[in-house]
Each structure stands twice: as C-alpha cells, then as structure tokens.
C-alpha cells in the first residue's frame, strides 16, 4: 500500500546543491523509516542515509557525512535529502525506501531492511 515518488535530481557543478524529495503515499509513512541509497553506473547500490519515523535519529554513510542531511516532513509525507558541496562522484539514481522495522544504527544500512522502493532520480555532478 505504499508508493514512493523521487524529484529533484538533475545535472549541477561540482560544488553546488541540491535537494531530492521523496513523496509517499500511504496511512503507515510516518511510523516508517526511510532511507536513501544510490547507485553508480558499473557500482552496486549503496547506503547514502536513513531517518527515523519521528526524524529524531539519523544514519549517514561516510562518504556523505557532513555534505548531505536527511529530514522528513510527516504532515507531507515526504522525505528529503539536502545534498551540498556536491562532488563527481556523487553521480547515481537516487532512490528512497521504506523500511521494514523500525529505525536501528546497523538495520539502516543495509537494503534488505526495505521493503518499498521508488523509481530513482538521476543525479549527474560534473567537474
């Protein structure tokens, strides 16, 4: 009963911002937890970051930490994902997912802890 929605990708330079939305239907989205992953041409799918249902807990990969910040907005049952400083190798489809349990540190990571994924949005940074 869930569908989950990404905007907001898009080609940018090196160094600048953007900000992905995730849009969800369903009566259970805020009780869930969410996360994004990403997926470069060649790579496997890989964790970017995961927020709690009330957004007061959050994971980051480490190769995001400090650059791109995970939030929610339950009343619109929407998650977003503020990507700054955005560097070449930020290049992939971006999708979010919702997971199957509630939050956990090591859960969040891992893309068998999701259950609903979205159709991805192309993020292309350039140098």
């Known amino acids: 009963q869930v569908q989950l929605v990404e905007s907001g990708g898009g080609l940018v330079q090196a160094g600048t911002s953007l900000r992905l939305s995730c849009a969800a239907s369903g009566r259970t989205f805020s009780s869930d937890a969410m996360g994004w992953f990403r997926q470069a041409p060649g790579k496997e799918r890989e964790f970017v970051a995961a927020?709690?249902?009330?957004?007061?807990?959050?994971n980051y990969a480490d190769s995001v930490k400090g650059r791109f910040t995970i939030s929610r907005d339950n009343a619109l049952n929407t998650v977003y994902l503020q990507m700054n400083s955005l560097i070449p190798e930020d290049t992939a489809v971006y999708y979010c997912?919702?997971?199957?349990?509630?939050?956990?540190?090591?859960?969040?990571?891992?893309?068998?802890?999701?259950?609903?994924w979205g159709q991805g949005t192309q993020v292309t940074v350039s140098s």
């Open positions: 927020i709690s249902w009330s957004g007061g807990r959050t």
């Open positions: 997912a919702r997971a199957k349990t509630p939050f956990s540190l090591d859960g969040s990571t891992s893309s068998t802890s999701y259950d609903y």
